[in-house]
């Protein structure tokens, strides 16, 4: 019986801690030929974590998994454009390098180009 309660608290307090997390869309960008979609949305864990803003990425066949392209400390204020069906571009005016967790280039057919801090300001 011990076990068994031991292992019901146990699975409860994992739920609780890992599944407070709010993840809330902010906008979504559809390529020029609309079969690959960016997502930009924030994260948040609670008052003992930073947020997260990030962008996703997603073909618009249904057997495709969505994958987190870039991710940045914060909720953070991001530009996101499609150059073409295979270039996406990313700027971050207040996006620092430390803060930066994930900055993929390249995901399938896309390449991904940044424009971050001083860059983005001069429009680079």
Known sequence: MFIKLTTLFLTGSMLFLFGCCGEETLERFESLDKSMLATVSVRDCGATTSEYTGVSLKSRHFWSQEETIFSTKYDTRLEVRWN????????CRGCKQEEIRIQKTKLGSVNIAYSLGVAALKGE
């Open 84 to 91: 073409s069906n295979s270039e996406l571009i990313i700027s």
